[in-house]
């Protein structure tokens, strides 16, 4: 099995295009690579990369990511969006929705706890539930990919859904999925506070107080 390590790499040759300079362990070498390259060839991937590109560089810097979503939208013809949100951004995804419709968009939304189906479906006991020996309805992250598979989206965009929701509604979503926020409640849904704090605040939850200290109080 091959094991990549481009998260400590330093060099990125693979940006500079000075690929002879990289190790063996990266991936500009690996065999694979041509057999990749030619799965761009196909329609949808080429469509999608070659439009994401042009979204990228006509955005960079200067426009949101609602504005690029919108942007790449549009250059792939897409008309018809579907938005699978959180019930805790209901708010959030009743906005969403205005804004695609006033820039000429379809949009169906499914929120996340469609079905009404109890917790209890899960195996989830009582004690385990958020608000014990109330009904709580589980999320559906399934059911809102099916049902969006079945209004026939052409792109469904993620507004909050929960770590491992998320991923069942990648799984079983047939239109390409991109993700306008992801949900972290503590950090007022900005997930990569916790990396950028992870030397101060959150020092000792993130890495654990080997040292016996209570971290850098900045």
Sequence with gaps: MNKYYCALCT???CRSGEVEKTTLNCPCNDDDIESIKELYQEEENFNLAYHSAL????GYGNKTRLEEIMDFAKKCGFSRLGIAFCLGLS???NTLCKILRHNSFEVVSVICKNGSIPKEFLNISQEQKLRPNTYEPMCNPIGQAKLLNK???ELNIILGLCVGHDSLFIKYSE???TVFAVKDRVL???PLGALYLCDSYYKNRLFGNTNGSNGDKK
């Design 151 to 153: 209004a026939e989206t």
């Design 91 to 93: 708010k959030e995804a």
């Design 55 to 58: 979204t990228e560089a006509e």
């Design 188 to 190: 007022a849904h900005n």
């Design 11 to 13: 060099d990125h040759y």
């Design 175 to 177: 239109a390409p999925v």
